[in-house]
C-alpha cells in the first residue's frame, strides 16, 4: 500500500470531503442534462398556451402538437431533403476550416501576406451570405458547387481570426526556449503554436458547425429544388406553415447535433487545460 492510500484509510474526513466532492460532481452533471430539458419543455408550454390562447391561425403559426405530427408524416421527405443539406454543410465545413487553417498559418509566418490580405478578406466577409450566394451561383453554376462554397466561406473567417490569435498566443517563455534549443520553423509550430491554437481553434469550429448549415440552407435558396433551404421556400410559398416549422427543427437539430460533436471532439483532443474563450 502507498503511503497516500494509506493517509486516505486512515483518514475519514478525507474520505467524506472526496465522498461529497464526487456527489457535488454527480449532481452538476445531472443538472447540466435535466436543466436543458426543463427549459425545452418550458418552451414548448408557452408556445402551445400562446397559440391555443390568442387563437392564432393554423397557417400563421401551428401547435407544437401539429408540427410534431408532420415530423411523424413527412419523415422520410424531411430526412432526405436534409441529406443534401448536410452534404454540403459537411463539405463546406471541411473546405471553409481547410483553407483558413492554411491561411492562418501562412499569416502567421509571413507577415506581409497577412498585411496585404487580411484587409481583403475582412472585405469579403462583410458581403451579407445572401448576396455571395447568387454570385457563387453565376460563377459555379446550379450544381452542389455554389452551396459548398456558401458554407465555406461563412466558416473561413471566423476560423482564421481565432487560428492567427491562437498562434500568436504562444508563451514568449517557452517560444525563447525553443529557439535556444535550435527548434525548426516546423517544430515550433508542430510542438508549441499548434498546441497553443487548438482551443482557439475548436472555439471556431464550434461555431463553423452551425454557420455552416446555415451557409448551405442560403445557397439552396437561391438555385436548388433540394434541401432544408429549397423545402422551407416552398412550405412558405404553399402557407404550409406545418411544414415550415418541422423543417426549421429538422435543420437547426442537424446544426446542434454537428456542434454537439464538434465538442466531444473538443474534449477528446484538448486534455491539458480548459479551452480558450473566443
Not at 33 to 57: E, N, S
Not at 77 to 84: C, R
Not at 113 to 118: I, M, N, P, S
Not at 208 to 223: H, L, R
Request: charged share 10%.
Amino acid at each position: 500500500m502507498t503511503l497516500a492510500a494509506s493517509s486516505s484509510a486512515a483518514d475519514p474526513g478525507l474520505l467524506a470531503a472526496q465522498a461529497r466532492h464526487a456527489a457535488a460532481k454527480r449532481r452538476a452533471a445531472l443538472r447540466r442534462r435535466i436543466l436543458p430539458l426543463v427549459g425545452l419543455l418550458a418552451l414548448l408550454a408557452i408556445w402551445a398556451g400562446l397559440v391555443h390562447g390568442l387563437d392564432v391561425k393554423p397557417f400563421v403559426a401551428p401547435s407544437p402538437v401539429v408540427v410534431v405530427q408532420t415530423l411523424i408524416a413527412k419523415f422520410g421527405m424531411l430526412m432526405s431533403n436534409l441529406a443534401w443539406t448536410a452534404t454540403e454543410a459537411l463539405l463546406g465545413f471541411l473546405l471553409g476550416n481547410l483553407v483558413a487553417i492554411i491561411g492562418a498559418t501562412l499569416f502567421v509566418h509571413f507577415k506581409s501576406l497577412e498585411e496585404t490580405f487580411f484587409p481583403i478578406v475582412v472585405l469579403i466577409n462583410t458581403i451579407p451570405v445572401v448576396a455571395k450566394a447568387p454570385i457563387l451561383v453565376l460563377l459555379l453554376g446550379n450544381g452542389i458547387e455554389p452551396k459548398i462554397a456558401v458554407a465555406a466561406l461563412i466558416c473561413f473567417f471566423p476560423t482564421l481570426v481565432n487560428m492567427v490569435r491562437g498562434l500568436e498566443a504562444v508563451n514568449p517563455q517557452a517560444l525563447e526556449l525553443m529557439r535556444v534549443l535550435s527548434a525548426s520553423r516546423s517544430e515550433v509550430f508542430w510542438k508549441l503554436r499548434l498546441q497553443t491554437a487548438l482551443p482557439y481553434l475548436f472555439s471556431a469550429l464550434k461555431i463553423s458547425a452551425s454557420t455552416a448549415t446555415i451557409g448551405a440552407i442560403v445557397g439552396e435558396w437561391v438555385s436548388t429544388t433540394n434541401g432544408i433551404g429549397a423545402l422551407i421556400v416552398q412550405a412558405m410559398y404553399a402557407f404550409d406553415s406545418a411544414l415550415l416549422y418541422a423543417t426549421v427543427l429538422v435543420g437547426s437539430g442537424f446544426a446542434f447535433c454537428f456542434f454537439l460533436a464538434i465538442s466531444a471532439a473538443e474534449r477528446f483532443v484538448i486534455r491539458w487545460h480548459a479551452p480558450a474563450a473566443t
